[in-house]
């Protein structure tokens, strides 16, 4: 038998080499679809907006695998919820195909609260916007700086610059409302504790502008007012006037003054 092989042409055992080969080949490609499942795909479905269990379900019943890539702040869509997918729905992939999601985050990060005293309120809103914070309720007092920001609160209590607080938080403002149209006397202070004469500017809508102590005078709120412009009164005895929102220097000192010593 051997012999007889042998004995063939050279051409007819190329042949064969060649036929044997091509057929090893076609038995390689065949196993290489099977294993890697050539030729089947699949269509990414879309996501966005999906609470991430729900996405988990239909991406694991399409045959594809899930890992979560990352996690983002938004305080436009709720926490655990799809806010990227990689690849892009629609496009048309390998059954199996690994999808990555980007979910919004559950406890929103921390940010230091800026200072806001003295910029308009339109400046104060785009400040807080670039930090993820908004605008809360906003109040009015009197001030003669007419929708500039005076003081910045978080729950109704005043917050001081660099102070950490989430994104998303709301901010409150309290705006001056500018130079109002009451008019009245201005009001005595001289001799009252600075403390007390603060009371009775807030709760007449006036303010208090320059403030001057005594040298090395440090008590400020337990200090007594001496001198104040506008006076109550002017050399003549007549009665000085003043708007809401207006101002009152005061002079500070240790020792009370007499109220009638003007």
Do not use: C
Request: hydrophobic share 40%; net charge neutral.
């Amino acid at each position: 038998m051997f012999n007889t092989l042998m004995r063939k042409p050279l051409w007819v055992h190329l042949l064969a080499g060649l036929l044997v080969a091509v057929f090893l080949f076609l038995g390689w490609l065949a196993s290489l679809n099977w294993f890697t499942d050539h030729g089947r795909s699949a269509v990414v479905p879309n996501l966005a907006g999906m609470k991430y269990e729900d996405a988990k379900s239909i991406l694991e019943k399409g045959g594809f695998t899930v890992e979560v890539q990352d996690s983002i702040y938004t305080d436009t869509i709720p926490p655990l919820h799809v806010l990227r997918q990689s690849p892009e729905s629609d496009e048309i992939v390998k059954s199996g195909r690994l999808i990555n999601l980007t979910l919004s985050r559950v406890v929103p990060p921390e940010v230091e609260m800026p200072s806001l005293q003295g910029q308009s309120f339109r400046n104060a809103e785009m400040i807080l916007r670039s930090l993820d914070l908004r605008v809360g309720d906003t109040i009015y007092r009197a001030d003669f700086a007419r929708n500039s920001v005076l003081d910045q609160l978080y729950r109704g209590v005043p917050i001081r610059p660099g102070t950490k607080v989430r994104k998303g938080s709301l901010i409150g403002l309290i705006l001056g409302n500018g130079v109002g149209d009451l008019d009245m006397s201005v009001p005595n202070l001289i001799g009252m504790r600075y403390a007390e004469a603060k009371v009775v500017l807030e709760r007449l809508g006036l303010g208090v502008g320059v403030l001057v102590t005594e040298p090395n005078f440090t008590d400020t709120l337990s200090g007594f007012i001496q001198r104040q412009v506008p006076m109550p009164v002017q050399g003549d005895s007549i009665v000085n006037r003043i708007r809401t929102g207006q101002l009152v220097d005061l002079w500070i000192g240790s020792e009370s003054a007499r109220r009638d010593s003007l």
